[in-house]
C-alpha cells in the first residue's frame, strides 16, 4: 500500500486547509485511515482516524476544528482543518492499517506534509 499525502501549506491563524491522502495498492486490507502530526519537540500525536465504516475518533486538541472523511471508492481520506492555531503546526503523516478484535495496527505511513500556522 502506497499513501501519497497533498493540502499542506502556510496559512494565517484561524485559517483553514484541507489534508488529502490517496492510497493505492492492496487497498482492500486497509480497515482505518488517519492523520497523525509530529511538530519538533513534540511527541507524535494521532489527530484523527476513520474506520472503513465511518466511525471517527479525534484527539481532544482538534475536536469541533478538524474533520476528517473518507471516500471509499476512491481510497481516499481528507482531513478538514478549520480555525487552525499555531499550536496545530507540524508535520502532518498519512497513516493506513488494519483492525484485529478491537486493535488498530498502524501499517502504512505516507511521507509527510508541512502544515506551518503563523500570526
Known amino acids: 500500500v502506497q499513501l501519497v499525502e497533498s493540502g499542506g501549506g502556510l496559512v494565517q491563524v484561524g485559517g483553514s486547509l484541507r489534508l488529502s491522502c490517496a492510497a493505492s495498492?492492496?487497498?482492500?486490507?486497509?480497515?482505518?485511515m488517519g492523520w497523525q502530526r509530529q511538530a519538533p519537540g513534540k511527541q507524535r500525536e494521532l489527530v484523527a482516524a476513520i474506520e472503513r465504516g465511518g466511525s471517527t475518533n479525534y484527539a481532544d486538541s482538534v475536536k469541533g476544528r478538524f474533520t476528517i472523511s473518507r471516500d471509499n471508492a476512491k481510497n481516499t481520506v481528507y482531513l478538514q482543518m478549520n480555525s487552525l492555531k499555531p499550536e496545530d503546526t507540524a508535520a502532518y503523516y498519512c497513516?493506513?492499517?488494519?483492525?484485529?478484535?478491537?486493535?488498530?495496527?498502524?501499517?502504512?505511513w505516507g511521507q509527510g506534509t508541512q502544515v506551518t500556522v503563523f500570526s
Open positions: 497513516r493506513a492499517g488494519s483492525i484485529y478484535s478491537g486493535t488498530i495496527t498502524w501499517n502504512y
Open positions: 495498492g492492496s487497498t482492500s486490507s486497509i480497515d482505518v
